[in-house]
């Protein structure tokens, strides 16, 4: 079975620390990707990988980098908490989409909800 | 710049009566329209993909259909198990082997014993 796994639940944090996020999947997966989701505004996507330290920017990088030195973990960071970063965090993969018209689902972990004070 | 909108934000119905919740979607160029399943703590669930206009893909009492503008989940007598918010995404393009996906708001389904 997919697996996907956030390492936290809940966390809460302070304004200016620098925070980390970390997302293991056991798929072999090649993509992966962290989006942030908030009442009203749906799932946005921050970054994703689609290999080993290759990353590319979502439609909301900004205040986040990502690591990728292992093909199965992604960390997301927060480089300096704002309270605007209060949120709830999904990570995600995929395969890689090799065949046009097949399109890989993204498989979910459960989340970390981030509180930022 | 690609849409998705959902209706209704939240639906309530009694169990064993059947409805459908919409995805409506502006998109230049659909690769595929993804409907998902979440449960509250919980990340969003995979249910099924559709790729063409009058595809259609049922799972239990779930079936997903596509026409050129919109996307319907009818739901057949269903359950209190059936109760989560049901997430619509499409994809318009790829991204290094990737999907970019855009996703609507969700609609909340309740279903009362």
Request: net charge negative; charged share 40%.
């Given at each position: 079975d997919v697996k996907v796994t956030q390492s936290s639940r809940y966390l809460v944090k302070r304004t200016g620390e620098k925070v980390f996020l970390e997302c293991v999947q056991?798929?072999?997966?090649e993509n992966m990707f962290w989006y942030r989701q908030d009442p009203g505004l749906g799932l946005r996507l921050i970054y994703f990988s689609y290999d080993v330290k290759m990353k590319e920017k979502g439609d909301i990088p900004e205040g986040y980098s990502v690591s990728r030195e292992k093909k199965e973990r992604f960390s997301l960071i927060l480089e300096s908490a704002s309270t605007n970063q209060t949120s709830m965090y999904l990570c995600a993969s995929s395969l890689y989409?090799?065949?046009?018209?097949y399109n890989q689902p993204q498989h979910f972990g459960d989340g970390t909800r981030l509180s930022i004070l | 710049e690609d849409q998705v909108t959902q209706s209704p934000e939240a639906l309530r119905l009694q169990e064993g009566e059947s409805s459908s919740l919409n995805c409506s979607y502006t998109v230049s160029g659909l690769r595929g329209l993804f409907w998902y399943r979440q449960d509250p703590g919980k990340g969003p669930e995979f249910l099924f993909t559709l790729y063409s206009a009058g595809e259609e893909k049922e799972k239990e009492r779930l079936k997903a259909t596509l026409t050129k503008k919109e996307s319907f989940l009818h739901i057949t007598?269903?359950?209190?198990?059936?109760?989560a918010t049901y997430l619509c995404a499409v994809q318009s393009r790829l991204l290094q082997g990737a999907q970019k996906l855009v996703f609507g708001q969700g609609t909340r389904l309740t279903i009362n014993p």
């Open positions: 056991d798929m072999d997966h989409h090799r065949a046009p018209g | 007598a269903p359950k209190p198990e059936d109760s």
